[in-house]
């Protein structure tokens, strides 16, 4: 419990919601923000293809920026070469340090 309460706070529950908390509604909460983490990472995936479009002689889709972001284990290890494992440490860098 004493490693959830770190993780309820930063995702926006406060002291006195995370007390009455189950574990079970807890876990729901925070599949709940990674999803709707994922859907504003799409989101500016789009906007961002959209701004580079009228910059590049071939275009870039949204799944091309955003997928990387998302790399599971499984699939870094199944990409042929090491470009796999180059993108997910690129990405990596840009995620906040847990605390």
Not at 18 to 31: K, T, W, Y
Not at 36 to 49: G, H, L
């Amino acid at each position: 419990m004493k490693a959830a309460e770190p993780v309820a706070y930063r995702i926006g529950i406060h002291p006195d919601e995370f007390g009455n908390l189950q574990v079970r509604e807890f876990n729901l909460m925070l599949e709940a923000y990674k999803a709707r983490q994922k859907d504003e990472d799409y989101k500016r995936s789009y906007f961002v293809s959209m701004i580079m479009r009228p910059h590049l002689q071939e275009p870039v889709s949204p799944d091309k920026i955003f997928n990387p972001l998302y790399y599971t284990k499984e699939e870094v290890e199944e990409m042929e070469g090491d470009q796999a494992a180059k993108d997910a440490e690129y990405f990596d860098s840009f995620k906040r340090p847990e605390t």
